[in-house]
């Protein structure tokens, strides 16, 4: 299995990396924010994907429950853009719930940590590896 990297493009800035069965994404699924960070791999990964509109499709006509879960949930997100709280995600750097990684204290600290490293070349470099 390859490993998985989030990474912050236009910070060049490497976050933290994927564990197996460890999830992301969820933020924009529930709420529907556009994306703040990319997810690479190095080297082969299988991925389960849960396309968002499909989902809600499927829980609006059996699910009432879960519907009022998922709007509950996008609405305390949109009321409240800078607290994870609701869907208990830890910040990867550390680990306290509540925020996620771009938004830690800490961050300052490690943005850009990929312009003067390898790591960025690396990562490029994995994406466009053949076998040999
Ligand atoms: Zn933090």
């Known amino acids: 299995m390859g490993n998985m990297i989030i990474v912050q493009e236009s910070t060049q800035t490497f976050i933290s990396e994927l564990q197996v069965n460890q ?47 998922y709007e509950d949930l996008r609405y305390k997100l949109i009321e409240n853009p800078k607290n994870f709280t609701p869907l208990y995600l830890k910040c990867y750097h550390c680990q306290l719930k509540g925020h996620i990684a771009i938004d830690c204290d800490f961050y300052q600290h490690i943005k850009g940590n990929l312009t003067n490293q390898n790591d960025m070349r690396f990562t490029q470099d994995e994406n466009h590896k053949q076998e040999i």
């Open 23 to 69: 999830v992301f994404g969820q933020i924009s699924f529930f709420s529907g924010r556009p994306r703040t960070v990319t997810v690479k791999s190095r080297g082969f990964s299988e991925l389960m994907y849960l396309d968002q509109m499909m989902f809600l499709k499927s829980i609006y006509t059996k699910h009432s429950h879960a519907v009022k879960v």
